[in-house]
C-alpha cells in the first residue's frame, strides 16, 4: 500500500477575531508520496491557508493534520519550524528571498535552519545551479540584483537544499510569460524526479495542469 505523504482528518481551521469568521474545514484528505498535486480554486477560497497549514506556519483548531507520519499539531512551534526546515521545501509567489543576502547565503541560510552539514554545501550549491541553469558567477550577487527569473531559480534551489520530501509551491508562475513558466515548469518537474519530492503546487493558470499527475479543486475536499 503506497505511504502517505499528507493525511488530513476531520481538519478545522478558522482566524481568530475576524468578523466574519473565516474557517476551513476538510474532512479527510490524502496526498500519496511522491505524487504530484495541481491544487487549484477560486480566490479566498483558502489555498494559501492549506498551505501554511501542511507548512506548520499555521496550526488547525481541530482535527489531524499528518505530515510524512508527524501530526503537526502535536509539535511545539520550534519543533514545527524545524520539521519544516528539514522536510519542506516551500517555493512563494514573491519568493522572499532577503534581498541584502547574496545568493550563497540565501541558501546557506535554507541549510542552516534545517540543519543540514555545511561540509559539502559548496557541491550541493553547484549541482542545483547545473540543474537550474545558473551562471556561477551570481553566487555572491545580493539577491536584489538578480532578474525575476533568477530569482525564482534561486528560490527553487533555496527550497531544495535540504533535499525535502515534500515541495509545497504557491503561484510561482503568476509574474512569468510562458516560455518563462514553461521553461520554469520543467525544471521544478525534472528536479522533483531526481529527489522523487511529492509537490503540492497551487495556481490559478489551467494551463500548467497537464503536468500533474493529480488536480484537486479545494471545494471538492472541503466544507464551508
Not at 490524502?30 to 498551505?51: C, E, N, P, W
Not at 499528518?66 to 502535536?74: R, T, V
Not at 520550534?78 to 522572499?96: E, K, L, S, Y
Not at 537544499?161 to 525544471?187: C, G, Q, Y
Request: charged share 20%; net charge neutral.
Amino acid at each position: 500500500m503506497p505511504l502517505d505523504a499528507v493525511k488530513i482528518k476531520d481538519l478545522h481551521f478558522s482566524y481568530p477575531g475576524k468578523t466574519p469568521t473565516y474557517q476551513l474545514t476538510i474532512p479527510e484528505w490524502r496526498v500519496v508520496k511522491g505524487d504530484r498535486i495541481f491544487l487549484k480554486g477560486a480566490s479566498g477560497s483558502g489555498k494559501s491557508t492549506l498551505l501554511n497549514l501542511l507548512s506548520g506556519i499555521l496550526v488547525a483548531t481541530h482535527g489531524v493534520i499528518e505530515i510524512l507520519g508527524q501530526d503537526l499539531c502535536m509539535l511545539s512551534a520550534r519543533q514545527r519550524d524545524r520539521f519544516r526546515a528539514a522536510h519542506i521545501g516551500i517555493v512563494f509567489q514573491q519568493f522572499n528571498l532577503v534581498p541584502y543576502l547574496s545568493v550563497y547565503d540565501n541558501i546557506r541560510l535554507a541549510a542552516y535552519f534545517g540543519r543540514k552539514k555545511q561540509t559539502g554545501l559548496d557541491l550541493i550549491v553547484k549541482r542545483l545551479f547545473t540543474v537550474l541553469d545558473l551562471d556561477d558567477t551570481l553566487i555572491a550577487r545580493q539577491a536584489a540584483g538578480l532578474s525575476v527569473g533568477q530569482q525564482q531559480r534561486v528560490a527553487i534551489a533555496r527550497a531544495l537544499v535540504n533535499a525535502p520530501e515534500i515541495l509545497i509551491v504557491d503561484e510561482p508562475t503568476s509574474a512569468l510569460d510562458n516560455d518563462l513558466r514553461d521553461a520554469f515548469m520543467k525544471i521544478l518537474l525534472d528536479i522533483c524526479s531526481i529527489h522523487q519530492s511529492t509537490l503540492i503546487f497551487v495556481s490559478h493558470d489551467a494551463a500548467l495542469t497537464h503536468y500533474f499527475h493529480t488536480i484537486v479543486n479545494l471545494s471538492e475536499i472541503s466544507q464551508t
